[in-house]
């Protein structure tokens, strides 16, 4: 039975405040514990441990010291996860859109409980494909994974996953929250001027966003191995949707033809998309990637072109140049 000692916080409505107070946000977590992660573009991991003496309180009444905090200092809300790993911490807001703090029970059957009746994709590294596939086999839902023999989890999903899934489904998460670590992801989101309805606008912007990541990540050598789609609407409800990328890489086109696939899948019809954002995850030296050769003329010209077009934005900055159709810088109002 560990202590609840861990916040996930969410800071709501970030998006319309178009990308300001985040790192004062984290500073403000910051005068309650040292150990405190940044999660951009909207979020943090706090471990409030050596904190719950010296405020003579428990993690939630902490978490609602935070909540206040925010507000008076920043006008800001949040959503305060809270338990005794950061795993837990963050699957308490799943499904949470408002604000509030939802607290996970300590001990083993609470939190068996909790956990049962969660979408399998709600673990992390748990994809759409993934999903599908257990759900196949009766395993939708994350207390059937956790209950499911060893066996038929290996059969499913090789030994490896199903050995960190049947961990993750019992809300095991042995990782500390650790201070400055660097995060193996890169996010970008566009906010749009007014309350957008209209799809062709809505792939505009993740044209924007998926050029901008991908310029952002040759120019740190880097590649990514996943792609994440968040969709906020204008009540400050988001979707969240993840898929792993072919094969690592910081190719735009490759980037925004998997951005587009989350998009559509969606099926959004008449939503009031208020901002989307791209999240590059799995971040790894773009050198140590294997890319598999392509026999298409096609492709390699437009690598070519890539690379002039990057040459091009660091001389003349970031505006010289970029793929005709996109919405204008990230971050900024359509």
Not at 184 to 203: I, N, Q, S, Y
Request: aromatic residues 4%; contains cysteine; proline residues 6%.
């Amino acid at each position: 039975m560990s202590e609840r000692a861990v916040l996930h916080v969410r800071f709501l409505g970030l998006s319309d405040r178009r990308g300001e107070g985040h790192h004062e946000l984290v500073r403000l977590l910051e005068d309650l514990t040292p150990v405190v992660r940044s999660l951009p573009p909207d979020a943090a991991l706090a471990d409030v441990r050596g904190a719950l003496r010296y405020f003579e309180a428990d993690a939630e009444r902490l978490a609602g010291l935070v909540r206040v905090r925010a507000l008076a200092r920043h006008g800001v809300d949040c959503a305060v996860g809270v338990a005794g790993n950061p795993l837990l911490a963050r699957l308490a807001l799943v499904g949470r859109d408002g604000p509030g703090v939802w607290v996970v029970p300590e001990d083993p059957e609470g939190i068996a409980e909790f956990l049962a009746e969660l979408p399998v994709d709600a673990l992390p590294g748990v994809g759409a494909a993934t999903a599908r596939s257990l759900a196949g086999y009766g395993l939708g839902a994350v207390g059937r994974l956790a209950a499911a023999p060893p066996a038929t989890l290996q059969r499913v999903l090789g030994a490896g996953q199903a050995r960190r899934l049947r961990a993750l489904a019992r809300g095991e998460d042995p990782t500390p929250v650790v201070p400055g670590a660097p995060e193996p992801t890169l996010a970008v989101e566009h906010r749009f001027g007014h309350d957008e309805l209209d799809a062709a606008w809505r792939h505009r912007a993740l044209l924007s966003l998926a050029d901008e990541l991908g310029y952002r990540l040759r120019g740190a050598g880097q590649t990514a191995r996943a792609l994440t789609l968040t969709v906020r609407y204008a009540d400050h409800a988001t979707t969240t949707r993840r898929r792993e990328l072919a094969e690592p890489t910081a190719h735009t086109p490759a980037l925004l033809a998997l951005a587009d696939t989350l998009h559509n899948a969606l099926g959004l019809q008449r939503a009031r998309v208020r901002a989307v954002a791209l999240r590059a995850e799995g971040l790894a030296a773009a050198d140590r990637a294997t890319r598999q050769l392509s026999l298409d003329p096609a492709d390699e010209r437009r690598r070519r072109a890539e690379q002039a077009a990057d040459r091009a934005r660091r001389r003349f900055g970031a505006g010289a140049v970029g793929p005709a159709g996109r919405a204008g810088r990230p971050g900024r109002a359509a």
